[in-house]
């Protein structure tokens, strides 16, 4: 009996050292002992991996090119690193048409490469986030190619197959995103099959109990590998109306691939994208991790639904509305920052990524870009929030478009050229250096290098205090150390201002004011210090001239203002 007693006691000792464990995982610890999820307090960044760095000088980057650069990223201020499709694909779609859930594609290396880039980031306390191509998989994967060889196939339930309308006619009107109509037909047994995407992007069908099953487990097959969350691609598009209803028409003309403007009313954002949401968020909380969004929304009300009822869905919707203030307006900013901050969840600021023009160029005039630039950093690294960094944005690269059809890589861009140009220019290699191709590769880049490399690259910029990546890292660490911007209020102040766009971080007596100049002009701004219960603000961070005094801030143009409030 005493035997077992001991060995009751030593069960519960165990269990509650390793419920400590877990608890120390899962939340992050603020010095007035709070307690937050790991993910609130982290700076995301996204890798496009094939042009991040290139290891084996191959031309494509890779996974070791990743681990290569995992202490740059750790001085830059970077907690996690989102990964874009790095799993086995005929790359019809760089990598988002998967052909196997569970291994690396061996343009990127092998799993024991992903091994060793987990067990070094975990060196660095730095999270390791997947995309997770949840909606289709390729035409090559071992299901489809099961799926299309029989109508009685195991798998042929997998996907979405139809009958056509008559000889020659898909099953309804509906368009492929990327042109075309969304059903392809196949000879093997006479059937359509539906693609949201590219034809070699067949739909899973998510009403099959069994699809259901196999996906929930590839993340779970992930997270006992390392991985601390996954980005869900294209998650509005996971359900079709059963009955397959016509698609209204939005207005006459045809878009960029001569296809009518469909409003896609009955395959996208159907009610039970949110049940599959809740069961992946339930695996996900098994293993304490993380789960974003692409999720494309009107407002933030429909935003609203994707944290879900008591936040049981995605922790990390992306909000693209920020994304589409493609102007330096203090009042649109004003407008969707206060919108997003009412949201019924933590906010997830972005500025760019991997199918968006580069925020250098969408912000810049041309001639203060570097300024703009530090401008939007001082902005979306200083909201409540977590941001997510493109790569590169540290840097100040841009978009450089291909001029030639023949040198396009994108198949939107082969498609719908001239119209649609693609999305090679966002997507170019890496600025490491103002060596040969930018210190990327020693082959030739599958992208090439832009020019601007020769003035816009790390070394360069890390010998340059005035630069644009010195002021990233200088954000970055105010960021992770000050607890009115990791944890405070967002308040708009001076909102009349046209101009210049400012606002407080306030936590428990602490505070923080961010005023940005949004024009070219000098300004003066009003920092409401009195009204809002404070004294004097002392500058934190601030670019060029910009300084304050009394209850102004007198800010250069485009100019940040980063300043520390007292009572």
Not at 26 to 42: I, K, L, M
Not at 165 to 177: F, L
Not at 252 to 271: H, I
Not at 317 to 325: K, Q
């Amino acid at each position: 009996m005493k035997k077992t007693l001991r060995w009751v006691a030593v069960l519960w000792v165990l269990s509650c050292l390793s419920w400590l464990a877990a608890f120390a995982q899962t939340s992050s610890h603020a010095a007035d002992g709070e307690s937050h999820p790991w993910w609130q307090h982290a700076v995301f960044y996204e890798i496009y991996p094939r042009s991040f760095a290139d290891s084996n000088n191959d031309g494509v980057g890779d996974l070791k090119g990743i681990a290569s650069k995992l202490d740059y990223l750790k001085d830059l201020g970077v907690d996690a690193i989102w990964i874009s499709p790095c799993f086995p694909s005929p790359q019809v779609d760089f990598g988002y048409d998967v052909s196997d859930y569970e291994n690396i594609d061996p343009m990127y290396g092998t799993l024991a490469d992903f091994d060793f880039l987990a067990s070094e980031a975990k060196k660095r306390d730095i999270h390791i986030i997947l995309d997770f191509v949840v909606n289709h998989t390729s035409d090559q994967h071992k299901w489809f190619l099961d799926s299309k060889s029989s109508r009685i196939s195991p798998y042929r339930d997998w996907y979405i197959w139809r009958d056509g309308k008559g000889p020659g006619q898909p099953p309804n009107n509906w368009v492929s995103t990327f042109g075309g109509s969304a059903w392809k037909f196949d000879s093997t047994t006479d059937q359509y099959y539906y693609h949201f995407f590219y034809p070699e992007q067949p739909d899973l069908n998510w009403r099959n109990p069994a699809v259901k099953g196999a996906m929930f487990d590839v993340t779970r097959w992930w997270y006992k590998r390392g991985v601390s969350g996954f980005r869900l691609d294209a998650v509005d598009t996971l359900f079709e109306d059963p009955n397959l209803q016509d698609n209204p028409i939005n207005h006459p003309g045809k878009n960029a691939f001569g296809d009518p403007f469909e409003q896609n009313k009955y395959n996208t954002k159907l009610p039970e994208v949110h049940d599959i949401l809740r069961g992946l968020r339930q695996v996900a909380n098994e293993y304490d991790a993380v789960l974003i969004g692409e999720t494309w929304t009107a407002d933030v009300a429909e935003l609203n639904q994707y944290y879900g009822k008591g936040n049981n869905e995605l922790q990390l919707p992306m909000d693209f509305l920020f994304t589409m203030v493609n102007k330096l307006s203090p009042a649109e900013f004003r407008k969707q920052i206060a919108a997003v901050d009412a949201a019924s969840g933590w906010p997830t600021f972005v500025i760019s990524n991997h199918d968006i023009v580069r925020s250098y160029d969408r912000y810049g005039d041309g001639k203060h870009n570097d300024q703009i630039a530090k401008l939007m950093a001082a902005l979306y690294l200083t909201l409540r929030g977590t941001p997510i960094i493109y790569y590169g944005e540290e840097i100040g690269m841009k978009t450089t478009p291909p001029t030639r059809q023949e040198d396009v890589k994108d198949p939107i861009g082969r498609k719908g050229w001239p119209k649609e140009k693609g999305r090679d220019g966002e997507r170019t290699p890496m600025q490491w250096d103002s060596s040969e191709n930018a210190g990327f590769s020693q082959g030739t880049p599958w992208l090439p290098v832009p020019p601007t490399y020769k003035t816009h690259n790390v070394a360069d910029e890390s010998k340059d205090p005035d630069s644009v990546l010195e002021f990233y890292r200088k954000v970055l660490n105010m960021r992770h150390t000050n607890e009115a911007l990791l944890d405070g209020s967002y308040k708009a102040i001076n909102e009349s201002d046209a101009n210049v766009l400012s606002y407080l971080r306030v936590y428990r007596g602490q505070a923080v004011v961010v005023s940005l100049n949004m024009s070219g002009m000098p300004q003066t701004a009003d920092l409401d210090l009195k009204a809002n219960g404070f004294k004097s603000a002392r500058s934190l961070l601030a670019t060029g001239k910009s300084e304050v005094r009394g209850e102004e801030v007198s800010l250069e143009p485009y100019g940040v203002f980063i300043g520390e409030l007292t009572k």
